[in-house]
Every structure is written in C-alpha cells, then in structure tokens.
C-alpha cells in the first residue's frame, strides 16, 4: 500500500497504530459471540503489526489464534499482507 499512497507512513508514529489496532481487537473481542471470529487483516508484512501484535491481543483479551498467513509482496505487483482468524479462547 505504501508504494501507492508514502505519505501514510507519516501520518501515526509505530506505537500509536499499535494502540489503535490493539483497541480495535478489544472491542472486537467485547463483541464477540461463542462461535463467532474475528478475522483481522492488515496490509503489513511486519511482525510487529501482525503475529506480535496478535500474540499479545490473545493474551490481553481471552482470544485464540486459529490460523494466520502472511502474503509477501509478488512480482505481479500484488501488495503484501497479512490475516489471521481469532476465536474466543473460553466461550
């Protein structure tokens, strides 16, 4: 996505997003029914706004990882990114 829109690294400093992200699972999480999953998504190949920042939601917010996949930027031009599937830990 940056390669489309640079000015967008600009706009929050790397501990904000975290916050926000971080909130946003919370109050996904706060919604949450006993089957039900969240599937978050970022166009981030980095660890630390993907399986880091998943790792310490499932910690925080009683949430289990069931699946992830992290998709590299390709020589198709395609963008790179990242989703994974959360459950509650103990509906």
Request: aromatic share 6%.
């Amino acid at each position: 996505m940056l390669h489309k829109r640079p000015e967008a690294r600009w706009r929050y400093a790397p501990k904000q997003l975290e916050q926000i992200q971080l909130a946003l699972l919370e109050h996904a999480a706060s919604l949450l029914s006993p089957k039900g999953a969240i599937w978050y998504i970022t166009c981030s190949i980095l660890p630390e706004e993907n399986e880091e920042l998943v790792h310490n939601a499932c910690n925080r917010f009683n949430l289990k990882l069931i699946n992830q996949k992290t998709i590299l930027p390709n020589i198709e031009h395609a963008d790179g990114g990242y989703g994974a599937t959360l459950h509650l830990s103990h509906p």
